[in-house]
């Protein structure tokens, strides 16, 4: 089992920027992909980026390409979420998710969320 804690959502105002922290414990994470997932009210649940066991690939939705950055460090068991240039439409509850698999796709492990609000 590994259980999975997300920090550091909050308000911003558009073009603001913040980084979400994912901290893991229970079993190891280092063989697992991990990902970052989204979701808005009314919406259903959507990848924002994944990033494989090693980190050696990463994949982001187009709506965050070029302004979320994922990363982890596996002796800390974190992974992490930067958000750059943030918009409106970035608004939704953040979740993080670990994969059984070194390369996902499907994740089996789910945070609680954290709220990121952006603010026009």
């Known amino acids: 089992q590994v259980q999975l804690v997300e920090s550091g959502g909050g308000l911003v105002q558009a073009g603001g920027s913040l980084r979400l922290s994912c901290a893991a414990s229970?079993?190891?994470?280092?063989?697992?992909?991990m990902g970052w997932f989204r979701q808005s009210p009314g919406k259903e649940r959507d990848v924002v980026a994944t990033i494989t066991w090693s980190g050696g690939r990463t994949v982001y939705a187009d709506s965050v390409k070029g302004r979320f950055t994922i990363s982890r460090d596996n002796a800390k068991k974190m992974v992490y979420l930067q958000m750059n240039s943030l918009k409106p439409d970035d608004t939704a509850v953040y979740y993080c998710a670990a994969s059984k698999l070194p390369s996902g796709p499907q994740y089996h492990y789910w945070g609680q969320g954290t709220q990121v609000t952006v603010s026009s």
């Open positions: 229970g079993r190891t994470i280092s063989n697992c992909a």
